[in-house]
């Protein structure tokens, strides 16, 4: 509203400007003798000073307000494409008559079609590291974590789970009578269970991350078959079927890996749930839990986990958010815009 505040008022300075003009002519022209006959003088039965400072008022409120909102509409069609430029979409809207508008529109246009391009540059080159990566992987590296992995969850891992039965048959057993003991047990056993939590997640980051010739889909469908084996939650999961880039099919992975990682060592979950799906040109991978959530502002300039996940989705042109409040869980999404290239088809 601001605007239009600014083109009716200065319309209206205009509008008075005026009357104090035509009434400065008149007086030149037609001397008066007497100043009482300025406001006793009609004019077609309407007195002067009316016709002087209430007409062009009037017509200079009226201009005002249609110049006003006007270029309100103006500036917010601007103001939309901006911003549709700054989330990687394409906002056309009405064409642009007015010849300086117009320029600018033009230049919007310039700036879209340039960021579309480099999210297309973006992508391949994520293709290429990811194909680059695949390539030079030594099998020594794998077989290494692949070792340390089994030996961790053959050792370590059966050893935190014998000691979780063993401490829930003492709690379930025990008749202590002093509540300081029992809370103590209990404490232990607690410790066990999140120290069985955290093995899992470094098993998780032990595995190699690439999908090794799997689609996406295929990879994620491998990991929540082997999480629902060994982790206590709740999976459920919407994954569509589509083909996608080598390159955006890795950075999704990776994220998805990251974020159940990031749950299973911090958000006491009981619940997990994961959709990938394709809508309007956009990829959309989201992970929500109902876990203990936390301050997204204070966690995310210090989260190792939060900003490489981030700057994953940058790097393949997606956005990425994530929404959490303590107690209420987390919710995690990204966004990538689909760009096809040439010579690709829809069958």
């Known amino acids: 509203m601001r605007i239009i505040f600014k083109h009716v008022l200065t319309w209206v300075i205009y509008a008075l400007l005026l009357s104090l003009i035509i009434l400065g ?21 309407v007195p002067f000073l009316s016709i002087v400072f209430v007409i062009p008022l009037v017509i200079g409120l009226i201009i005002g307000l249609t110049t006003g909102w006007y270029w309100r509409q103006r500036l917010h069609l601007i103001a939309r494409q ?16 007015y010849p300086e508008l117009k320029k600018i529109h033009q230049t919007i246009g310039k700036l879209q079609a340039k960021h579309h391009k480099q999210t297309e540059l973006t992508q391949r080159l994520a293709t290429e590291r990811a194909n680059e990566r695949e390539e030079i992987l030594q099998d020594v590296v794998i077989q290494e974590r692949n070792r340390l992995a089994r030996e961790l969850h053959d050792s370590v891992s059966q050893q935190l789970f014998a000691a979780s039965m063993m401490m829930s048959a003492i709690n379930e057993t025990s008749k202590q009578d002093n509540p300081d003991v029992t809370h103590q047990l209990k404490m232990v056993e607690n410790m066990i269970h999140q120290s069985q939590l955290e093995m899992r997640a470094l098993l998780l980051h032990l595995r190699p991350v690439a999908l090794k010739g799997k689609s996406l889909q295929e990879g994620i469908e491998e990991l929540f078959q082997e999480l629902t084996q060994k982790v206590p939650l709740e999976i459920t999961y919407n994954v569509e079927s589509f083909q996608v880039e080598k390159g955006i099919e890795d950075h999704l992975f990776r994220i998805l890996q990251e974020s159940i990682s990031n749950t299973l060592r911090h958000a006491k979950a009981t619940s ?19 876990g203990v959530g936390f301050d997204v502002e204070n966690v995310r300039t210090s989260s190792y986990g939060l900003q490489n996940m981030e700057e994953r989705a940058s790097e393949i042109g997606g956005m990425f958010k994530v929404i959490s409040l303590p ?10 815009p689909r760009i096809h290239q040439e010579g690709d088809s829809d069958d």
Do not use: C, S
């Open 25 to 45: 002519v008149t007086f030149y022209a037609f001397p008066v003798q007497d100043w009482r006959l300025i406001f006793e003088r009609n004019l077609f039965d």
């Open 82 to 97: 901006l911003d549709a430029l700054l989330k990687g979409e394409i906002h056309t809207g009405k064409t642009e008559t």
């Open 272 to 290: 997990l749930r994961i959709m990938l799906i394709e809508r309007d040109e956009h990829i959309i991978l989201r992970i929500e839990d109902n």
């Open 327 to 336: 107690n209420e869980g987390t919710k995690i999404e990204v966004k990538v």
